[in-house]
């Protein structure tokens, strides 16, 4: 008798974990997966080749993750926020010294199966470490000098392992992350008007540290026809590809400037520009609104959840997805300068993917068990 109760009671655990599920969220994730799919096969010029079988594998192969990381109960990610942040840690230290080196950076660390960035992975670790550290802390002890230097700390260590790698884009990106944990933690605003304008000041003396090929991105942003065959060739083809796709596009495995070689890198940071090529203003609002929903429903799950690590962890998550698409999108639309920023899901890269399902995993977590306190 005791032994069938116990089995009901864990086959109703079980069924009630799947109707907890955010079905809107994963239809958008799955939705968004195919629309890449379909995007990567117009970047390998309507065939199945290596971007889009890879791009293939990898999407089914995390978005199954993304389904098993829903079912851990989230005082797991709770409880490995600190561990989780030393072994990227420790994985960025190793890419400093054996990582493989391209295109003049040296980012990646070769696990057979995939070549994996750490940095990118330190997108998530680093919220889910400020999550945990600012779980159950009062207001008045946020706010005190040694917790703002110790949150300093943590955001500052990877940041400068990713900028000598060197890649400037993916540690701005890593401290707007971690700025987001904090804002959401309850920091005086003052703080950050004071960094702000600190950051102002010192602008120029900033820009003498940049190097030679990031000097030259800036100056690209400011006036891309100043070199419109080297430097500011990338971005004024993006924007030409972009205002060439009108009102409905030029239509599926039509975008003359991506078939016709003229848009390079494509399939990565790119990515948008061919969608939107082919899609137009129609399709590329459809995507902002999936993006929208998205971001939406993340929040949506913070505020249902309990537990205030979940809370903070689905706020900053969701707020820096805002910001990963709105650095990506005003990139390509020449609003900002190049930072080699990857569109979640969209763009080519396993690293970057599988930073952002592993997000999305927690943040299933935080949905499925919503009810769950952590003391």
Known sequence: MYQHTRLSNNSFGFFQKFRNFDYI?????????????????????????????????????????????????????FSIGYLSYLIVIALLIWTYFFGIKSSGSQRWM???????????????????????????MK???????????????????????????????????????????????????????????????????????????QKLRVLTFLNPDRDPLGAGYQIIQSKIAVGSGGIFGKGFL???????????????????????????????????????????????????????????FCYSFGAAMFVYITINMSMVLGLLPIVGSPLPIMSYGGSSMLATMIGFGVVMSAKVHSQQAIA
């Not at 889009?52 to 978005?63: I, R």
């Not at 003052?190 to 540290?209: C, Q, V």
Request: hydrophobic share 55%.
């Open 254 to 312: 039509k975008g003359t400037q991506s078939y016709l070689e003229f848009l390079p890198e494509k399939h990565t940071d790119f990515i948008f520009t061919l969608f939107s090529e082919e899609f137009g203003f129609v399709g590329s609002a459809t995507l902002l609104i999936i993006y929208a929903v998205i971001i939406y429903r993340i929040i949506s799950i913070g505020i249902s959840s309990r537990s205030y690590f979940a809370k903070i």
């Open 25 to 77: 969220l994963l239809a958008c994730i799955l939705l968004l997966g195919f629309i890449s799919l379909a995007t990567m096969y117009s970047t390998d010029g309507g065939n199945i080749l290596f971007h889009t079988k890879s791009h293939f594998v990898k999407l089914v192969v995390f978005t199954i993750m993304m389904l098993i990381f829903s079912f851990i109960n989230i005082k797991f990610w």
């Open 110 to 136: 070769d696990l057979y199966f995939i070549n994996l960035q750490p940095s990118e992975l330190m997108k998530i670790c680093i919220i889910l470490c400020l999550a945990k550290y600012f779980h159950r």
């Open 139 to 213: 207001l008045e002890n946020v706010n005190s000098i040694y917790t703002i230097l110790t949150s300093l700390i943590i955001i500052i260590l990877p940041m400068g392992l990713v900028i000598v790698q060197p890649d400037l884009g993916t540690s701005l990106l890593i401290a707007i992350s971690g700025v987001a944990v904090i804002w959401f933690a309850g920091i005086n605003h003052k703080y950050f008007i004071y960094t702000i304008m600190g950051f102002l000041i010192s602008l120029p003396f900033i820009i003498s540290f940049l190097k030679p090929y």
